[in-house]
């Protein structure tokens, strides 16, 4: 070759490389180790897995940085140990609490003031179901070492709880720390201030338009809330986008659509009318507050079925209790436009109704017109066939694993309580890294590369279309 040439060899190198970092509207491309999509409790957990493990991480939220539409809005969720036969659950949820303390005491040494006690609301919680299911809730409590009463008979109910229990009904308290509720909007705030202390980036009122695979890296397209395109490449993705997963990934992933199905559901937040509060004893108040968190599947219907717990104290310590139905779910028509969905008259008298019957089995004495409605949210379930959420390598159209994108989604009503364990999942997948633990495994398969496989086979979904 002539010597020109190799002189110009370099420079012709350098030019190439350029045109890779410039894209067609000539502003310059950004890579990033890590690309992760979606600011929720699923994006957060994960990206701060990745930037605690070395990983230059960036996380794209096209909400502001006041998080106000999505599945994880709000200050409460039940998180509880117990659940029932399923082992699987409580250990998503004990390995997400101490993930929390890991977190909480890294940024303890960052000189913030902060604990578990910040998100992880300790309280009894109450579960009341039909009789036929107590045996199986009590071999599961002793299996899984919860402490924990149970009344079976009304005369039992009366004595252990001083609650009304209608015959054929049981009223399980489970008590464990950091077992009761916890808050979602206070984790994603410690874990985005916990990410950028680990050196990692947080764009918000940035939303992904598209994604490419190019050479040996992912092209993503971004758009601002002024309609500014902006592009990156990445070396991995994750997928944490919660109800707009399928949307999303519609070109890399269209079998997701078919996978995951978002539900609208409700919430109604009641009080207690102030006159009527005020007029409650210290043993009404005290009953009132040893009643929440509940999950109430006493009905034996779908129909009959609610959760329900405090979402926070007003000035004079009336709580305002929140409610809604797991089964409560409608079709969504426009899932941009669900969050400003009005509850219907419906709706709202479920949430009454339900709730009266409740505090009055409880002893208090409160009528429905007692109760007042000073909220209401149209929220999001993403669910999956199974209503067990996914955290796995893409399957590709091929039918291939693609190692470098990770996929978060199918949360359902239960992810907040695992999040910080699937957070833990998603950065090890991406890093080809497992763990030992029994009940790490056996919670990596039930949401990954596998079962999503097995998903896909079981609809005769062709992963191409
Ligand atoms: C009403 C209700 C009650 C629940 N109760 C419980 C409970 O008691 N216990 C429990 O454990 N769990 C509960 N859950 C479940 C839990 O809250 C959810 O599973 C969890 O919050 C889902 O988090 P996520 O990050 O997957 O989704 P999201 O919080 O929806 O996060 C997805 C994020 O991605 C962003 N995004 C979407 N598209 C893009 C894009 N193109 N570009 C950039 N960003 C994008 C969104 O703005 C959003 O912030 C409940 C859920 C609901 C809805």
Redesign the pocket.
């Known amino acids: 070759m002539p010597a020109f040439f190799l002189l110009l060899m370099p420079i012709l190198a350098l030019v190439s490389g350029l045109c890779w970092v410039r894209d067609a509207d000539a502003y310059p491309v950004k890579h990033h180790e890590v690309v992760v999509?979606?600011?929720?409790?699923?994006?957060?957990?994960a990206a701060w897995q990745l930037a605690r493990d070395g990983k230059e991480v960036i996380l794209?939220?096209?909400?502001g940085h006041n998080?106000s539409?999505?599945?994880?809005?709000?200050l409460?969720?039940?998180?509880r140990s117990n659940n029932l036969a399923r082992d699987l659950w409580s250990y998503l949820?004990n390995r997400s609490v101490r993930e929390t303390a890991t977190l909480t005491s890294f940024l303890n040494t960052q000189g913030y003031v902060t604990s578990i006690a910040d998100v992880y609301r300790t309280t009894p919680v109450n579960y009341l179901g039909r009789m036929k299911y107590a045996d199986s809730v009590i071999t599961s409590s002793k299996r899984q070492k919860v402490d924990y009463k149970i009344a079976r008979t009304p005369e039992e109910g009366a004595a252990m709880f001083g609650v009304q229990l209608p015959e054929g009904v049981f009223l399980q308290r489970e008590f464990n720390d950091h077992s009761g509720?916890?808050n979602?909007e206070a984790l994603?705030s410690l874990l985005h201030t916990a990410i950028k202390l680990k050196g990692g980036t947080i764009v918000y009122n940035?939303?992904?338009?598209d994604i490419q695979w190019g050479d040996n890296h992912y092209l993503i397209a971004?758009e601002d809330q002024h309609g500014s395109e902006r592009k990156f490449t990445a070396s991995q993705v994750v997928s944490?986008?919660?109800?707009?997963?399928g949307?999303?990934l519609r070109e890399q992933a269209p079998y997701l659509e078919k996978l995951i199905t978002p539900k609208r559901?409700?919430?109604a937040f009641l009080q207690i009318r102030p006159e009527k509060y005020h007029q409650l004893d210290d043993h009404a108040r005290n009953q009132l507050k040893r009643a929440y968190?509940v999950?109430n599947s006493s009905a034996g219907t779908r129909q009959g079925s609610f959760?329900s717990?405090f979402e926070y104290f007003g000035a004079d310590g009336n709580p305002v209790i929140k409610i809604?139905g797991?089964f409560q779910r409608s079709n969504i028509n426009n899932l941009e436009d669900v969050w400003h969905q009005r509850l219907s008259g419906e709706e709202i008298r479920w949430s009454i109704e339900n709730t009266g019957r409740y505090l009055r089995m409880q002893g208090l004495p409160v009528d429905d017109e007692d109760l007042q409605l000073v909220d209401e949210?149209s929220?999001?379930?993403?669910l999956t066939r199974s209503e067990v959420?996914l955290v796995s390598q893409l399957v590709t159209r091929s039918g291939e694993m693609d190692g470098n994108f990770v996929v978060?989604?199918g949360?359902?009503?239960?992810?907040?309580?695992?999040?910080m364990t699937?957070g833990r999942i998603a950065a090890n997948l991406l890093q080809g890294k497992s763990e030992n633990d029994p009940g790490y495994v056996e919670a990596a398969e039930a949401v990954g590369f596998i079962r999503l496989k097995g998903d896909i086979d079981h609809l005769h979904i062709n992963p191409e279309k």
């Open positions: 999509i979606g600011g929720g409790l699923m994006g957060s957990a794209l939220e096209k909400q998080y539409q999505g599945s994880s809005k709000g409460a969720r039940i998180a949820h509720t916890m979602p994603i940035t939303a992904i338009s971004t944490a986008a919660g109800p707009q997963t949307s999303l559901v409700f919430l968190p999950i959760y717990m809604g797991h949210v929220c999001v379930y993403s959420p978060m989604a949360m359902s009503g239960v992810g907040a309580k695992g999040a699937y």
